[in-house]
């Protein structure tokens, strides 16, 4: 995996005199992914059909639109925890069962008890360096009799996380492992104002300072209006706000494996939808931990019971899956940890 150029490095950081623009041109080279078959190898495993299978039970009638601390959503972490389970990943020593509570004190008055699933791969050379995925497992429950689905808020991010951690398991086995610790935090309460992942974030498994970066994945299986003319596309937001090299290395990855259009609108500080703060990436970057949010944007079902699993388009899903799991390669995998410098 590579690896910064040292030199050129040197030079920005001793050299006042170096203009911005040679500045980002030396960040961008000092980028490139050592061995890109290798990744692709295991990104190919990131499957539409698999993908759809995980959103069509994470969204079924059954768990009643996961309302934070109902029963449905109780059985929704439940399945969360027997997946990641299954596929070999082992919980934070602290935390046996994969569950971390998030008690009804910190909740809105009308919340029960909750929780939080943490899973995780262990790093072979910096197992205390920790690259987190977070994607929100609860929704908008039952209203006036109706089940909100929220297929695409927020199944698509918690089946992207699904086939992530697959990709990085097949990896594993075929002696790949990452260099540093990978955590999936499926955090609750997101829906109610961002709870889980701000009392993950205060009562942090891991020291947060060892966290290198948190990509945050919520509604990514749709297209919005201004993408009806062309569906191959992402929001990117928050990546330059803490690492000029993290938004750098999402450029990278997608030109070397997704050839999405990534689309940085709502990246804006003056944008008005402030999507910046409206999801759990937020949390973390309030502790200086780089983030890094993923989204589709809004569309016609959002927040709606007609947020269904059969208006997913799974080959775009899957390719959006893939530039996330493509960046969380090399963050686990690349020299030299990632930097909080921004230019
Ligand atoms: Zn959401």
Redesign the pocket.
């Known amino acids: 995996m590579k690896v910064l150029v040292a030199s050129a490095l040197l030079l920005v950081g001793s050299c006042a005199t170096v203009r911005h623009s040679e500045k980002i041109d030396n960040l961008k080279e000092s980028i490139s992914y050592d061995q890109p078959e290798i990744v692709t190898k295991y990104l190919n495993t990131i499957d539409p059909d698999e993908l759809k299978a995980h959103v069509e039970e994470i969204a079924s009638d059954k768990y009643k639109g996961r309302l934070t601390g109902e029963e449905g959503h109780n059985e929704v972490c439940e399945y969360i925890r027997d997946y990641y389970k299954n596929q070999g990943l082992v919980p934070p020593q602290s935390h046996p069962n994969y569950f971390q509570k998030v008690p009804k004190e910190v909740l809105p008055d009308d919340l029960k008890d909750s929780q939080n699933v943490i899973a995780m791969i262990k790093g072979s050379e910096y197992p205390n360096e920790y690259v987190y995925f977070t994607a ?1 497992s609860d ?1 908008e429950g039952v209203q006036d009799g109706v089940i909100y689905p ?1 297929a695409d ?2 199944g698509s ?1 918690t089946a992207a996380l699904f086939e992530i951690a697959e990709a990085f398991k097949l990896a594993v086995l075929d002696g790949y492992i990452p260099k540093r610790s990978i955590v999936f935090l499926h955090v609750t309460a ?2 109610a104002g961002l709870h889980g992942s701000r009392y993950y974030a205060n009562n942090p498994v891991f020291p947060l300072d060892d966290a290198v970066a948190t990509l945050n994945v ?2 990514i299986g749709r297209v919005d209006e201004r993408h009806k003319e062309n569906e191959d596309y992402l929001y990117v937001i928050g990546a330059d706000r803490i690492s000029s090299e993290l938004h750098y290395i999402i450029q990278e990855a997608n030109d070397n494996f997704s050839n999405l259009s990534l689309d940085y609108k709502y990246n804006s500080e003056k944008d008005h939808n402030r999507y910046y703060y409206r ?1 759990d990436h937020y949390n973390f970057a309030t502790h200086g931990v780089p983030v890094v949010f993923f989204f589709n944007g809004e569309h016609e079902d959002y927040t709606k019971p007609t947020d269904t699993a059969d208006k997913i388009n799974y080959p775009l899903l899957a390719k959006r899956t893939q530039l996330i799991f493509a960046t969380a390669w090399y963050l686990a995998n690349s020299e030299n940890r990632l930097t909080k410098e921004i230019i």
Request: charge should be negative; aromatic fraction near 0%; hydrophobic fraction near 10%.
């Open positions: 929100h929704h929220g808020d927020n991010g997101e829906e919520d509604m999801s």
